[in-house]
T-cell receptor
Framework: NAGVTQTPKFQVLKTGQSMTLQCAQD?????MSWYRQDPGMGLRLIHY???????DQGEVPNGYNVSRSTTEDFPLRLLSAAPSQTSVYFC??????????????FGPGTRLTVL | AQKITQTQPGMFVQEKEAVTLDCTYD???????LFWYKQPSSGEMIFLIY??????QNATEGRYSLNFQKARKSANLVISASQLGDSAMYFC???????????????FGQGTILTVHP
């Protein structure tokens, strides 16, 4: 049971490049989400999904796209990278059974630098 | 809108002593969950403890306990018998009740850096 996995661990992009951050979980969790962590700001929600085929925007969605074709995978796409997207990105997953009670488990994070 | 406030940017504690990390929250929901996560220097987010808004007893997980005072809207983390490995960033977070456009969203505080001295 690997939990939540993310690839790559580190990435450097040039402004304007696109890329996809991968996230997978093997716990059969319905809920998956992407957060970004910036210094002094805690974690902020980018996008989330409550099941395959269902996604919605979080607090800071601009510049990012997501899709959820399977329960296991929830990739995050940067369409045209900007220096403001330099951050650490975390994927998380949880059950949906209890609503507010369901603990979110995080992947190891991807450190992205946009030059 | 939900808000989490952690007023202690940094805390210091002597090894084997207890320490309390403060967290206050603001929400209009009646049903919500409160979480504490630990982030060591390696960067991963480690779940520590959970408290439900309707739970009458304070949550405990080993050396971690959550001092939940609902009327004051506070959810302080207490670490007993501190260890050197407890040195890390600690985040308090709140999750909304099911429903609404931000379902399941975790709102995080800004974190407290805990340093344990030998």
């Amino acid at each position: 049971n690997a939990g939540v996995t993310q690839t790559p661990k580190f990435q450097v992009l040039k402004t304007g490049q696109s890329m996809t951050l991968q996230c997978a979980q093997d716990m059969n969790h319905e809920y998956m989400s992407w957060y970004r962590q910036d210094p002094g700001m805690g974690l902020r929600l980018i996008h989330y999904s409550v099941g395959a085929g269902i996604t919605d925007q979080g607090e800071v969605p601009n510049g990012y796209n997501v899709s959820r074709s399977t329960t296991e995978d929830f990739p995050l796409r940067l369409l045209s990278a900007a220096p403001s997207q330099t951050s650490v990105y975390f994927c998380a997953s949880s059950r949906l059974a209890g609503g507010s009670t369901d603990t979110q488990y995080f992947g190891p994070g991807t450190r992205l630098t946009v030059l | 809108a939900q808000k989490i406030t952690q007023t202690q940017p940094g805390m210091f504690v002597q090894e084997k002593e207890a320490v309390t990390l403060d967290c206050t929250y603001d929400t209009s929901d009646q049903s919500y969950g409160l979480f504490w996560y630990k982030q060591p220097s390696s960067g991963e987010m480690i779940f520590l403890i959970y408290q439900g808004s309707y739970d009458e007893q304070n949550a405990t997980e080993g050396r971690y306990s959550l001092n939940f005072q609902k009327a004051r809207k506070s959810a302080n983390l207490v670490i007993s018998a501190s260890q050197l490995g407890d040195s890390a960033m600690y985040f308090c977070a709140m999750r909304e009740h099911a429903g609404g456009t931000s379902y399941g969203k975790l709102t995080f505080g800004q974190g407290t850096i805990l340093t344990v001295h030998p």
